[in-house]
């Protein structure tokens, strides 16, 4: 039985927004040529590629549904669990909990346990229930059943990256290329294709029978948490922007064409805003909605659906502060445009204020749209993290960055030190963001009029 | 320039009514206080006569904007409108909701906040100008390429990820400093000095980056080709021409910082448990203490106005091509 929470519906909303660009886009000559020069820049091939793997794993994470339950009773035939296509694909990682914290490859307990052996109690650490469960002898075996799922995984990979390339390289042959324009970067799309097939592969060879980055507190598996918090970042980056760019365009395009008392109600409006520091707007919005949620819980059908409207309102919230410098931006850039001479043009035909707005106003701005659209993205995903931190950020029983390396900083004190937890989040959030950044510079380098 | 002050201040008090209104709004309109007193106290088992008294105790009881209760101005003087939110704009804060008197905390707590802001703010200016400049001289070397890249890779590492890991290395692993607490005196120092390195370090990413593209900017533009049509020495180009134009954007940036400095930095203060502004309003987050919060955000408000208005002013003694009209 299917769900659509209420994140999931906006996601699949952008994603049609997404295609609906492409597909204008592709017919605009200039926005080709554009886009083009965003994909022949290595770093910007490459961070395309990363970011639509990363973009794949939160569209598979978004598609939720209740699983059918094994003994259907006569009131109910689904389970009241939401799960998501992406957890079913990775199985294992998900149901197989230990009871505790083990290290990453771990085969026994990461604590001291009192146990039974041979009929006397003793102090030990414990086998594992599923790390390393099929050895006989870890020790000695483990080190070796390790390399041996490492390689075939890596080879599975490849294999399959060699019948993508073939595939690919056949469609491009029949169609070939014209001589005039540079040829993209192929073999650095190929081998980050490569890099990313390789490791889904190792980690598809492992996940069954290791755990790739250890357990937490109570035993599950951190791979998995580090993989759902890619939804959550991904969202609070995406949908931010999504909820605050009809304002931003709007309000911004408006002040600057109009000028007069609507140009100074709307700056009034976004220097309000702004003046407020950033982190006390949120704290403030999110405190109340606590307030409100705490007194009205029975509104809400389950856990998931509460956490998923407090991240809708996160990214709502996060919305409100940070359309202000979008706004800012256009109304200068407008200001600026509607002394030339085809908007003159246009006025002096009689074309009224909305439609010129729409027609040639709005397409010369989209540059800067779209350029602060990639830029915010990296900020909003390391926002997210620290305001979790702060505990005004996403529900605590949500997978996120910001509330896994909250509760690691408890565990880097303890003795020994646990620290997988922190370094899974580490890696999954700088790759990322890094590639997000790198997109980032890529496509101000091809939008930007200043910087060519 | 007086004159241009005083319109920039008044301008100031419909920006400052607007913050009052929406804090208001979020505070008392959206959750009634006698929501916000069942929160406070606890769950379902509280009795009508605690709420009222714990409302009675921090002037919760009174009517929202208007009380037709009362007499003449007291119509109007005697709401939490008047007596939460008005009374602000005298910088007069009130208690908090555990009791405290506010306006004495921010006074105390401002003096540590300062501490550990102000050598970050200056350690960092001067190392990012450095490193700036370094890149800007080699400009277009391996040198250059690597050092943006590096950039950008400190860029996309969480604050969260420096400040655990420099706890870690510095304190835990190599013991050098206490991990966290505060002093008075001198013997603050030794618990200022990893949050101040953190800081500094954090900053190092986006600080180059931002500071190398504006030295390019100013590169490329046509007196520092004459400069070197002259037969200056490009050191000579850099430091006496280049460096001096491209401070003005750099230190107005600065000076927009300023005044927020007194709010202190939020993380680093309450992972290092400095006893700053900035771990005074995590700790009121965390404890829902809404008149700390609402005063902070009036703070905050006010002081970036001021660090707006000193922009301008430092513009016109930094270049004298730009007036104030």
């Known amino acids: 039985m299917w769900v659509v929470l209420l994140t999931d519906f906006f996601l699949f909303l952008l994603l049609a927004g997404i295609g609906l660009y492409s597909v204008l886009a592709y017919r605009s000559e200039h926005l080709r040529a554009a886009w083009r020069s965003v994909i022949m820049r290595r770093m910007g091939a490459v961070s395309v590629v990363v970011l639509g793997f990363f973009m794949g794993i939160a569209i598979l994470d978004s598609v939720h549904f209740h699983p059918r339950l094994e003994q259907p009773t006569e009131r109910a035939t689904h389970s009241n669990e939401i799960l998501s296509v992406f957890d079913v694909l990775v199985g294992p990682m998900r149901t197989q909990v230990e009871r505790t914290y083990s290290a990453p490859f771990a085969w026994r307990s990461h604590n001291k346990e009192a146990m039974e052996v041979e009929g006397q109690v003793v102090r030990g650490y414990p086998r594992l229930e599923y790390g390393g469960a099929h050895l006989q002898d870890p020790e000695r075996e483990r080190a070796g059943d390790i390399a041996v799922r490492v390689l075939s995984g890596a080879a599975q990979g490849a294999l399959v990256w060699s019948a993508l390339v073939l595939l690919v390289g056949g469609l491009r042959r029949r169609r070939a290329p014209p001589p005039d324009v540079a040829p993209l970067p192929w073999r650095w799309i190929a081998a980050t294709v490569l890099a990313l097939l390789a490791l889904i592969g190792v980690a598809a060879e492992l996940v069954g029978a290791y755990h790739i980055f250890g357990t937490d507190k109570v035993g599950e598996d951190v791979l998995y948490q580090t993989l759902k918090s890619i939804r959550t970042g991904v969202l609070i980056g995406t949908l931010t922007t999504l909820i605050m760019l009809p304002f931003a365009i709007a309000l911004g395009t408006m002040a600057g064409y109009f000028r007069g008392w609507v140009d100074d109600v709307i700056q009034y409006l976004y220097t309000t805003l702004n003046s407020i520091p950033g982190v006390l707007l949120i704290a403030a919005a999110i405190l109340s909605l606590h307030v409100y949620m705490s007194a009205h819980a029975e509104d809400y059908a389950s856990l998931a659906e509460r956490a998923d409207l407090r991240l809708l309102f996160l990214c709502m919230i996060l919305g409100l502060t940070s359309w202000t410098g979008l706004c800012r931006l256009l109304r200068g850039e407008v200001l600026k445009l509607r002394e030339q001479d085809y908007i003159q043009a246009a006025v002096a035909f009689g074309v009224p204020g909305m439609r010129i707005l729409w027609r040639h106003v709005l397409p010369n701005v989209m540059h800067i749209v779209l350029i602060t659209v990639v830029l915010d993205f990296s900020g909003l995903v390391l926002a997210e993290a620290v305001l979790s931190y702060v505990d005004i950020g996403v529900d605590p029983s949500m997978n996120s960055w910001g509330n896994m390396i909250n509760s690691a900083r408890l565990e880097m004190s303890r003795e020994p030190v646990v620290w997988w937890s922190l370094a899974a989040s580490f890696v999954f959030m700088f790759v990322l963001v890094l590639f997000a950044n790198l997109l980032a510079d890529a496509v101000r380098d091809a939008f930007d009029p200043r910087v060519q | ?325």
């Open chain 2, 1 to 325: 320039m007086t004159a241009y002050i005083i319109r920039r201040a008044l301008y100031a008090i419909p920006i400052l009514i607007g913050v009052n209104l929406l804090t208001f709004a979020l505070f008392f309109v959206v959750n009634s206080p006698e929501e916000v007193a069942r929160l406070h106290l606890g769950d379902k088992q509280v009795t009508q006569e605690q709420v009222e008294a714990w409302k009675y105790e921090r002037g919760y009881h009174l009517p929202l904007m208007y009380n037709g209760e009362a007499e003449g101005a007291e119509q109007f003087t005697e709401t939490i409108f008047y007596t939460k939110s008005v009374r602000l704009f005298a910088f007069d804060f009130g208690n908090s909701d555990s009791g405290r008197n506010i306006g004495h905390d921010i006074r105390q707590r401002m003096w540590p906040s300062l501490a550990l802001a102000v050598p970050s703010l200056l350690l960092g200016l001067l190392l990012n100008t450095t490193l700036a400049l370094m890149l800007a001289f080699f400009r277009g070397s391996y040198l250059d390429v690597g050092g943006v890249v590096l950039c950008v890779a400190l860029m996309s590492v969480s604050a969260l990820f420096y400040i655990i890991g420099g706890q870690y290395l510095v304190g835990k692993l190599l013991q050098m400093v206490p991990i966290s607490g505060y002093d008075t005196g001198f013997e603050a120092l030794k618990f200022l000095v990893l949050p101040i390195l953190i800081s500094v370090v954090y900053g190092i990413g986006s600080g180059t980056r931002w500071y190398r593209t504006l030295f390019l900017e100013e590169i490329s533009k046509d007196y520092v080709r004459t400069a070197r049509a002259k037969g200056l020495s490009e050191q000579w180009v850099l430091f006496r021409h280049v460096l001096r134009n491209a401070l003005i954007p750099i230190l107005t940036g600065v000076v927009v910082l300023l005044p927020l400095l007194f709010m202190g930095s939020l993380i680093t203060e309450s992972f290092f448990a400095i006893p700053g502004l900035g771990s005074y309003t995590i700790d009121a987050i965390q404890r829902q203490d809404f008149s700390i919060v609402r005063a902070m955000v009036f703070l905050g408000t006010v002081l970036y106005i001021l660090g707006l208005l000193l922009t301008d002013i430092s513009y016109t003694l930094a270049d004298p091509r730009v007036r104030l009209n």
